[in-house]
């Protein structure tokens, strides 16, 4: 059986500007996705995760390796192809300013990428999926279905909406950059839950994150990535109870705790 | 020590069809900043805590209307004119501001900045602050030759340390930080916190951390204030606080982090 | 949009519009007409001048008197109409200090007469030369009209004496009145004013909309064509347009719009390229949205704030045009335009005959509009972009 996502070596260099050299973003990277299954990609600002899921989704150029997505490959696609693949997936950006329109009401918001791949005939059966989705997130209100995305919504009620716009055409493969890194703790753990029932569902998943809690919480595999290089691989909770990597021994090292406390260097403070 | 008493804070907030409503943004909170120790004020977006934080230095909007008192060492600074706070900013206490690592001016280099802070506030020539920017660079954690860069060519992690130096120019008493560490990564968080730590160990600057994040409040501070809808809902030790919170929605919040900081094997 | 209605701007472009569509009803004549002597001072300004009036006999009264204080009239002239004539009628003229009436004349049907006619001024026994009307009123003091003997008689007698005021602005040099040819000034400012920048501003959005979506070759293209225009001094340029393609109304709003449209196009530009990399439209256009889609779903939407303000003030720059225009003579003259009575206050000598009330009401016309619109534009801008709006970080 073809694998969802087949990523074989796959590097990805961009072009110096004036006086700086090349940026090498990926290197030599490989991993795999089955139907069904969902990868937590661990990588901090600078580790190539963002070039990681534009490159998936076609919007980067590879300068080396091959990547095949539902069994075709990226870089020889179509453009019409490519659409044919994107249509199959969704994201939902640590951003929620900039994923929605923000002209649109709530209700629209989420409408549009069915209406823009279905037709507007079969608006009646999106407009209920809509609804569906809307009120297993919380914002089944008349009101808020009706506000205009730009006003008075709250960046966790933004990135629900988001995440609704995503799910409504049912994608096979979401793709998460930092959903959750801009939400306060109480809606991070509500976005969770409901990600995690629609993998359940048999949706497959990649959360790119740089807290290693949730990412052991999003998937059971994970790969974490330090300057475009994958230095450690397999189950999340082994990266949190037996980190291999140095790099992957130092993230843990840093992750402030409630429960445990946090081996500060040098300080007479007391620690919980 | 700087002690907040009874502080309430409301906004004028002109709504988009020039009607005038009000916001209680901080309602009765007091709290105290001490010298040599590092203190947390967390909360989610909302709580209040950043305009607590503003009101110290006196930097509100026009038109708010405070109440309470907020006394360094003895004397209310709610109640001091313009010029008496001006002396006492920079010099006495000092922001980090939010996104402050985002506020350099992009055409001149990060040293460059710091000469004129101490060029205003202090009167300190050129050739008198050279050393001077080095040991504030150096207790910001920043390597010394990174004073002749501009801010674009450092990443965020640097750009914050610079921006503590900054603020550490005059040598103040106390340090109020709002989220020095929100967009950067975790070791450079670390770092961070780490520096300001030692900061209130080894020069005994009181500081004040303001982060919604609140594992990480709870483990850079000595003691830890949390605020909810305006008003102080728990302070005291972190340790405590997680092992037992009052408040219910501390309580849920504790244990929707501890859960996920729990191993589910 | 209710801080609006506190602005004093809205309600003046309120009444200028309403004057625009129904104030010519005010006046009796239509604004084009003569109505009095040329050059005549308003009513109010000096009162030691006659005014210009009509007076008329009917059969239900036959006579009128008439308490005058001014000096003579400038002009004279008199009409009579009825149904048959009576010639053994005649039309009396009695002036203070003089027993004799003057005849001025019989009863006939359709007769006409001006104080200038010399056939007139004989038959009263008046010297050939000259204006008969210093000679019919002479003093100060008590006249009286009235038709001579007993009877009825049918038909009516006007008098009409051309004083040196008139109305409320006085009149031109055609003794055209000039508070109607305001009021029909409106008309055209706003028309044009409004209409070359909306032009303008569909042009620019357009162009300015394709060149920052499309990018590219269309992005260098429209951007150089921009710059051609920019560079082109507005003024001479409308003067060699207008004597080439005629000084129509609306060949002055299509010349006014070609050049006002490349600002609108680089702003709306310059938000179409922010707007092209925002995450949603990248994931719009993977789905397979078509351009035009995009860009009338949520492009435009996005710039219209921007637009309205733009547009706004704008207006004044093309109400200066077409004033400027207009006074240079390069406009329509059967058009009554506020810049056109500046174009023939200067040409047909205001200056010299000091008739200052024909410059000022158009010139405060056209201020007073540019200043309405940009009063709107500003409030419009400062609601686009909300900078007091209280509150503070959480």
């Known amino acids: 059986m073809t694998a969802l996502l087949d990523i074989r070596d796959l590097t990805v260099t961009f072009p110096g500007r004036r006086r700086q050299e090349s940026v090498t973003a990926l290197s030599s990277l490989s991993l795999s996705l089955e139907k069904g299954e969902s990868l937590s990609i661990i990588g901090e600002s600078g580790s190539g995760k963002t070039t990681l899921i ?20 990226v870089t020889l696609a179509s453009d019409d192809e490519m659409t044919d693949l994107r249509r199959r997936c969704a994201m939902v950006s640590q951003d929620p300013y900039g994923s929605l329109p923000p002209t649109l009401t709530v209700l629209d918001a989420v409408l549009e990428p069915w209406l823009i791949v279905r037709g507007r005939d079969t608006r009646k059966e999106a407009e209920k999926r809509a609804r569906e989705l809307l009120e297993e997130l919380g914002l089944g209100d008349k009101d808020i279905l009706s506000s205009r995305v730009r006003l008075s919504l ?91 990597h140095p790099y992957t021994r130092a993230l843990v090292a840093a992750l402030p705790r409630l429960g445990k406390p946090t081996p ?9 | 020590m700087i002690e907040i008493r009874n502080l309430s804070v409301t906004y004028s907030r002109m709504t988009g069809e020039g009607g005038n409503a009000s916001a209680d943004a901080v309602r009765d909170v007091s709290l105290a900043i001490e010298k040599g120790r590092l203190f947390a004020l967390a909360g989610e977006s909302g709580s209040g805590k950043s305009t ?16 309470g008192q907020i006394l360094l060492d003895g004397k209310d600074l709610l109640s001091m004119k313009e010029d008496e706070l001006n002396r006492i900013r920079w010099r006495r206490v000092a922001l980090v501001p939010q996104g402050a690592m985002n506020s350099f001016t992009p055409v001149i280099t990060v040293g460059r900045h710091v000469e004129e802070v101490l060029s205003v506030h202090l009167g300190l020539s050129k050739r008198d602050s050279a050393g001077r920017i080095l040991s504030l660079f150096a207790l910001a954690g920043l390597d010394g030759a990174l004073a002749s860069r501009y801010p674009h060519e450092l990443s965020g992690g640097q750009k914050q340390r610079a921006a503590i130096a900054l603020a550490l120019a005059c040598e103040p008493g106390y340090l109020l930080c709002d989220e020095p560490t929100t967009a950067l990564d975790v070791i450079t968080q670390q770092g961070i916190i780490t520096t300001l730590k030692r900061l209130s160990d080894e020069k005994g600057v009181g500081i004040l951390l303001v982060s919604h994040d609140l594992p990480l409040a709870a483990s850079a501070a000595s003691k830890l204030y949390i605020m909810k809808d305006g008003a ?24 929707a982090l501890l859960e996920l900081e729990e191993d589910p094997s | 949009m209710r801080g609006l209605l506190k602005r004093w701007s809205f309600w003046c472009l309120m009444i200028l519009v309403l004057a625009a569509l129904f104030g010519n009803r005010l006046f009796d004549a239509p604004p084009g007409a003569e109505v009095a002597a040329a050059f005549s001072k308003p ?63 019989p009863l006939r049907t359709g007769t006409e007469l001006d104080g200038r006619d010399i056939s007139f001024k004989r038959s009263l026994g008046l010297p050939p030369f000259g204006d008969a009307s210093s000679a019919l009123f002479p003093a100060r003091g008590a006249y009286s009209l009235s038709v001579s003997g007993e009877g009825d008689w049918q038909g009516s007698v006007t008098i009409r004496l051309e004083g040196g005021r008139w109305g409320l602005l006085g009149t031109d040099q055609r003794g055209r009145d000039i508070a109607a040819l305001f009021t029909a000034g409106i008309r055209v400012s706003l028309l044009v004013g409004i209409f070359a920048t909306l032009l303008a501003t569909i042009l620019g959005t357009s162009l300015g909309l394709a060149a920052g979506y499309a990018g590219g070759w269309a992005d260098s293209i429209i951007m150089r064509v921009v710059d051609l225009l920019l560079s082109i001094p507005l003024l001479p340029i409308l003067m060699a347009l207008a004597a080439l393609w005629g000084k129509g109304l609306w060949q002055l709003i299509l010349i006014l719009s070609v050049f006002s449209w490349m ?8 938000l179409a390229l922010t707007l092209r990399d925002a995450p949603y439209i990248e994931g719009l256009r993977g789905l397979g949205a078509r351009t035009g889609y995009i860009l009338r779903r949520h492009l435009l939407p996005e710039t219209l704030p921007v637009l309205l303000a733009t547009m706004t003030l704008g207006v004044p720059g093309a109400i200066l045009s077409e004033a400027g225009l207009s006074f240079l003579g390069l406009s329509d003259p059967r058009v009554i335009s506020w810049g056109r009575m500046l174009h023939e206050a200067q040409s047909f000598g205001a200056f010299t005959a000091g008739a200052w009330w024909m410059l000022l009401p158009p010139g405060f016309g056209i201020a007073l509009l540019c200043l309405v619109f940009l009063d709107l534009g500003k409030y419009l801008e400062e609601r686009v972009d909300p900078r007091l709006r209280g509150g503070g970080p959480s």
């Open chain 3, 43 to 105: 009513l109010w300004l000096d009162r030691t001048l006659p005014p210009t009036l009509e007076l008329a006999l009917t059969p239900e009264k036959p006579s009128l008197e008439l308490d005058w204080t001014y000096g003579s009239p400038s002009r004279f002239s008199l009409r009579v109409e009825t149904a048959h004539s009576a010639p053994d009628r005649f039309v009396e003229w009695r002036i203070p200090d003089r027993e004799e009436p003057f005849r001025l004349t």
């Open chain 1, 154 to 244: 709250s960046g966790g009620q933004r990135q629900r909406v988001a995440i609704a716009r995503a799910l409504i055409l049912g994608p096979e493969l979401l793709l998460c950059d930092e959903p959750t890194s801009m939400q306060d703790a109480s809606t991070r753990g509500e976005i969770i839950r409901i990600l995690q029932r629609r993998q359940q569902a048999g949706m497959s998943m990649i959360f790119v994150t740089h807290d290693l809690f949730l990412a052991r919480k999003a998937a059971l595999r994970g790969i974490v990535l330090h300057r475009g290089v994958l230095v450690e691989e397999g189950l999340c909770r082994d990266f949190l109870a037996a980190p291999k």
């Open chain 3, 263 to 270: 600002g609108t196009a680089r702003t709306i530009r310059a």
């Open chain 1, 54 to 73: 534009r490159a998936i989704l076609g919007h980067v150029q590879p300068s080396g390796g091959s990547l095949r997505l539902f069994g075709t490959d």
């Open chain 2, 52 to 67: 607590v934080l503003m009101a110290i230095p006196g930097l509100l909007p026009r038109g708010t209307k405070i109440s």
């Open chain 2, 232 to 255: 102080l809902v728990e302070e005291g030790d972190p340790r405590t606080i997680a092992a037992h919170p009052r408040n219910p929605h501390t309580k849920a919040l504790v244990n």
């Open chain 1, 264 to 272: 500060a260097e040098g300080s007479g403070l007391p620690t919980i």
